[in-house]
């Protein structure tokens, strides 16, 4: 583990399916379909190319009962385990549960009172699925609201804190909470209070964190805040787009802080008045070609030979541009200078023997 990191927070353990969240384990990935849910073939596919990317737990929307009747296919073809995201009708959480996902996400603010609330964790119970309970800057409790005036760090823990304290009541400990606002700064704190007085596992993100470049950074900001301090068991980076650009980001947040170790890491320079060969299209197709891997392995492509001999002997394999030529680095190794338009076969056949 990197010397910056401080120990994993110590949180009870719960299981998404295979996936164990808290306790130790790894921290997972996840992300949500932006599929209709009722729309089975788009939904899987969509699915299919999270978990190729790395996403490890998978969230569907249950908007209503077309939804419902989808998910036991899409349970039963899926790679990850289902979540089921349902809001309002406690109804169709149990239906969600009584169709075999892996998992029910919840706002107990919105489904119903603590009655309802009681019949979805009896569901649940039921089938030994743990229950996410979702607390948001956008739907605090009414009480608290008034209270603040405004959402505060300390009014959404003690929601969250509320919501575990709820649940408890119900005999019920397989818990995860998560607690999101699109302010970074609000999140990371209410996280903090959260888990200096609970076990319950964490999942954490930034909501809404805003378009492709702005949420990676929101996110690698404030998740790595959380991450550095131990806390957070599992994460979710929020963008507004694909779903599967949500991975990548993720993987790369968790493996800078030595959080994760598996998967290609691609080193890219920045591009300078010196670069000879096309870096940012290189990069991109050799991080997309490699996306799935699960081995650990650098892969340096760097636009010159001033800088780019030097960090490309340092990956795995790396490449350095050189006019109409570039030099492609094993292991700290000159292997061939090639032509500079066989580049990325090159690189990624020297990737694949490694693998
Ligand atoms: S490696 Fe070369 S091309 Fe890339 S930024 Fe450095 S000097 Fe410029």
Do not use: W
């Not at 119903?112 to 979805?120: D, H, K, L, N, W």
Request: contains cysteine; glycine residues 12%; charged residues 20%.
């Amino acid at each position: 583990m990197s010397p910056i990191i401080k120990p994993r927070r110590q949180t009870r353990q719960v299981k998404f399916g295979t996936v164990p969240v808290g306790g130790g384990a790894p921290v997972s990935i996840q992300s949500m379909t932006n599929t209709r849910t009722d729309d089975v073939a788009a939904t899987l596919a969509q699915i299919a190319r999270l978990s190729d990317r790395g996403c490890e737990i998978v969230r569907v929307a249950v908007p209503g009962a077309a939804a419902v009747s989808a998910l036991p296919d899409i349970v039963a073809g899926s790679t990850v385990p289902v979540v089921a995201d349902v809001h309002f009708d406690h109804r169709l959480a149990i239906a969600a549960a009584e169709a075999g996902v892996r998992a029910l996400r919840i706002n107990p603010g919105n489904i119903g009172g603590a009655e309802r609330t009681g019949e979805v964790v009896a569901a649940a119970a039921e089938r030994g699925i743990p229950i996410r309970i979702g607390v948001n800057a956008g739907s605090l409790e009414k009480d608290i609201l008034e209270r603040d005036g405004h959402p505060t760090a300390a009014g959404l823990a003690e929601s969250a804190v509320r919501g575990v304290e709820l649940m408890d009541g119900l005999g019920f400990a397989d818990l995860v909470v998560s607690i999101k606002s699109s302010d970074v700064a609000m999140t990371v704190e209410a996280n903090r209070i959260f888990a200096s007085q609970t076990d319950v596992p964490l999942h954490i993100g930034i909501t809404e964190a805003g378009t492709p470049a702005a949420g990676a950074a929101r996110s690698g900001v404030g998740m790595g805040l959380l991450l550095a301090e131990g806390i957070g068991d599992t994460v979710r980076v929020s963008l507004a787009g694909p779903p599967e650009d949500e991975i990548p980001v993720a993987r790369a947040i968790l493996s800078s802080l030595g959080l994760r170790h598996g998967g290609v890491t691609v080193i890219a320079c920045p591009t300078c008045g010196r670069t000879e060969i096309d870096v940012p299209g290189i990069a991109a197709e050799v991080e997309s070609a490699l996306a799935g891997v699960k081995t650990p392995l650098v892969v340096a492509v760097m636009g010159c030979a001033v800088n780019g001999p030097g960090e490309a002997r340092e990956a795995d394999i790396g490449a350095a541009g050189g006019g109409a030529k570039a030099v492609l680095f094993r292991k700290g190794e000159v292997v061939a200078k090639i032509d500079a338009d066989t580049l990325i076969e090159r690189l990624l056949e020297e990737a694949r023997k490694l693998i």
